[in-house]
């Protein structure tokens, strides 16, 4: 299975990485007429998200979104697989802050933060170079990957440029043993709930949706400031991350409220531009349980 990793990454990830941007896109048209026209991947769990999130929508209004998601979808591939390899003039060229200073004025405080986004637009891109347009110490909160192998790639490729990547498990700990450092620890909280009872229930994109309760309670436990991390797409294989300020004071909030900002600042950036979240994943398949 090791060699078969290694072939793998030196012999079909890296030369693939290695291509220019124009390349990697002729590549990404390829790979939508493949996905969307012949093997149609997931595609009854894309257009079914898609409906239940806009009901009022036709049937086309559907379909062309999944049709333009298709085609995001392939560009979110073949730039991922070019994080692997990009150049740091690379990061800095095609992910941009519009404004830095709403993490970094915390910077000069003092002050740790904990950033909150979802699976929108080209979150890996983020990943690869946050770390480049703000003053704190990027730290990717994450689910570690069953192969091994590639966990350890997956780490080294985002930790380049100076990310950490932490696992969900090592959250306290990790908080504990760095109060004094200046931290920016990045939550996604749009990923299904494991334990669906522990969740906060809310409505989002028409639907009962449980979300991670995480980055509210540790943002109250340590009294870290909360901010919103929206990516926008310039155009293709450029994106300008853009902050809001959820809270300063996360203690003085009540029960819900950092998990419902967030969410509907995610769910206004969907809204706007459908086809750029991850539709693909199987968001919703807990049911809310009862009393909650």
């Given at each position: 299975m090791i060699v078969l990793n290694v072939l793998l990454y030196y012999l079909v990830i890296i030369p693939i990485s290695l291509l220019p941007f124009p390349v990697l896109y002729g590549v990404s048209n390829t790979l939508y007429v493949i996905f969307y026209y012949i093997a149609g991947y997931r595609k009854k769990v894309i257009l079914g998200n898609i409906q239940k999130s806009f009901p009022e929508m036709t049937n086309e209004q559907h379909k062309e979104i999944c049709r333009k998601f298709y085609k995001h979808f392939c560009d979110l591939i073949v730039e991922s697989i070019k994080c692997f390899t990009i150049s740091e003039k690379q990061i800095m060229k095609r992910f941009t802050c519009a404004n830095p200073e709403v993490?970094?004025?915390?910077?000069?405080?003092?002050?740790?933060?904990?950033?909150?986004?979802?699976?929108?637009?080209?979150w890996e891109l983020l990943a690869v170079g946050i770390s480049k347009r703000i003053k704190h110490k990027g730290v990717?909160?994450?689910?570690?990957?069953?192969?091994?192998?590639?966990?350890?790639?997956?780490?080294?490729?985002?930790?380049?440029?100076?990310?950490?990547?932490?696992?969900?498990k090592s959250v306290k700990r990790f908080l504990d043993d760095n109060k004094d450092k200046l931290t920016g620890l990045i939550f996604g909280i749009d990923q299904s709930p494991s334990n669906p009872k522990a969740a906060y229930w809310m409505r989002f994109l028409n639907q009962d949706t449980g979300v991670q309760y995480g980055i509210e309670k540790f943002a109250k436990d340590y009294n870290s400031p909360v901010i919103f991390g929206s990516i926008q797409k310039i155009k293709r294989g450029h994106y300008c991350l853009e902050l809001t300020d959820v809270t300063a004071n996360p203690q003085e909030t009540p029960y819900g409220f950092i998990i419902e900002k967030c969410t509907q600042l995610l769910e206004k950036d969907i809204i706007e531009k459908p086809e750029y979240w991850l539709w693909s994943h199987k968001r919703w398949k807990h049911k809310r349980p009862e009393g909650k």
């Open positions: 993490a970094n004025k915390y910077y000069d405080e003092q002050r740790s933060v904990m950033f909150a986004g979802g699976h929108f637009n080209n990717g909160i994450y689910k570690p990957l069953s192969n091994k192998y590639f966990d350890n790639k997956m780490q080294y490729t985002r930790g380049r440029f100076g990310l950490t990547l932490l696992s969900t």
